[in-house]
């Protein structure tokens, strides 16, 4: 079985909804799935759920340093570290790129949340894409869509599915999918 940690010690990242959605993409594929939201404030759509036969586990972080952090990541075949485009984001994402780098050897798939056309935000992703060098980034558009999606309880490729959000989602999971190992949705 494949492990993917999404995590960062922000929180307001965007951890829950990245994990719904990776969990979200393996259930419309028909692979089985076991959920573990680690998270107290339970953001999550989805439940802790251990799926019988599953092929990979999604696992929710809580949006603060743990204990258990260490033996998380180096369970890990595939840590997501999601993260706003914002200069507040940048000192918790260096901390949590310390801690991966420190303690796995999993791929790793950073997502930029809530991207948008502004300055802010090209900023940061240059500065970032500059740092990341070959690792892997997307990103995730600030859209009332993500909302709405939840408020529903389906995934934002369910909710609208032609929208600009539901095809960057799309690309997020199929590039957390190949990482893992798995073929794209």
């Known amino acids: 079985m494949k492990t993917i940690l999404v995590c960062n010690q922000k929180g307001g990242v965007g951890k829950s909804l990245v994990a719904d959605e990776i969990a979200f993409s393996f259930e419309r594929s028909g692979i089985p799935v076991s ?29 603060a340093l743990q204990e258990a952090l260490s033996e998380w990541l180096r369970e890990a ?16 994402l260096m901390r949590m790129r310390k801690a991966v780098f420190k303690h796995s050897r999993a791929k790793i798939v950073y997502v930029m949340n809530g991207w948008n056309r502004f300055k802010a935000s090209r900023d940061f992703m240059e500065w970032f894409e500059g740092l990341a060098g070959d690792q892997t980034v997307v990103t995730l558009p600030q859209s009332e869509a993500f909302v709405q999606a939840g408020a529903a309880g389906v995934s934002v490729v369910e909710f609208d599915r032609r929208g600009k959000a539901a095809r960057a989602t799309r690309a997020m999971v199929d590039t957390v999918r190949e990482a893992a190992g798995f073929p794209r949705e």
Do not use: N
């Open 77 to 92: 075949d595939v840590v997501v570290i999601p993260t706003r485009t914002t200069s507040r984001d940048i000192e918790p």
């Open 35 to 63: 959920f573990y939201d680690l998270d107290a404030q339970g953001g999550t759509l989805h439940r802790t759920q251990e799926a019988d036969g599953a092929e990979v586990a999604v696992v929710d972080t809580p949006g």
